[in-house]
């Protein structure tokens, strides 16, 4: 049996077959047993490296975030701080290069890191103990953050003003995305359209505090 197709020599029914299958698109596999991962899927952080692991559900929930072990699991919150607090001599006193940082609670630094995009990935940027306690007691809601897996993600590029608090698989998604379209010094068109589309992604999956 054979297929005709315009214009062309008959093709067998493998061969037509052949011609219209498309090709299984490769996914991503769970970094602890190999299952295959769903697009949204979890995140662990590891403590000694920092490196974020992509994890299936069924390995997920056998990381509590309270245990001290080698992993611990990254929320999938996102939440918009619509009544934090910063004034601009607050943000001043920070002393960050870029309107575009991310601060967390590290373990292993045994201290709050602020980290900010840049064509190198994430720069870490000293945060004084004076500054963030001040920045705490202004914003309570910082006390609540889980060290290591979440972070204050603050957005004050142009007129914008927006705080949330989200995991820390959030920030590096933004680092990644920056990294790989920053041209020249100050980013390029590019980059501050990302920031745009990033933005307004991740107001749509927020819950308010």
């Not at 077959?17 to 970094?31: F, S, T």
């Not at 960050?96 to 590290?106: E, Q, R, T, V």
């Not at 000293?126 to 500054?131: D, I, K, R, S, Y």
């Not at 041209?183 to 933005?199: N, T, Y």
Request: proline share 6%; aromatic share 8%; hydrophobic share 45%.
């Amino acid at each position: 049996m054979s297929a005709e197709v315009p214009n062309g020599p008959p093709l067998s029914a493998l061969a037509t077959l052949r011609r219209y299958a498309q090709p299984r698109p490769v996914r991503e596999r769970c970094e602890l047993c190999a299952a295959e991962l769903a697009d949204a899927h979890a995140h662990l952080i590891e403590l000694s490296s920092r490196r974020l692991v992509c994890a299936c559900d069924a390995c997920a929930v056998l990381f509590d975030n309270q245990g001290a072990g080698k992993y611990r699991l990254v929320p999938r919150r996102v939440q918009l701080l619509a009544d934090f607090r910063l004034p601009e001599e607050a943000w001043a006193a920070l002393h960050l290069p870029i309107d575009l940082a991310f601060f967390l609670y590290s373990t292993a630094a045994g201290r709050v890191l602020a980290m900010y995009p840049s064509p190198a990935g994430a720069t870490e940027s000293l945060v004084t103990l004076e500054a963030w306690q001040s920045l705490v007691e202004d914003n309570p809601i910082l006390r609540d953050m889980q060290g290591d897996v979440e972070a204050l993600l603050v957005n004050r590029i142009g007129a914008a003003r927006e705080y949330y608090r989200v995991g820390i698989d959030k920030c590096y998604e933004l680092v990644g995305l920056l990294r790989s379209q920053w041209r020249g010094l100050s980013g390029g068109p590019a980059v501050w359209e990302s920031i745009a589309r990033f933005f307004a992604g991740l107001r749509g999956g927020v819950t308010h505090a």
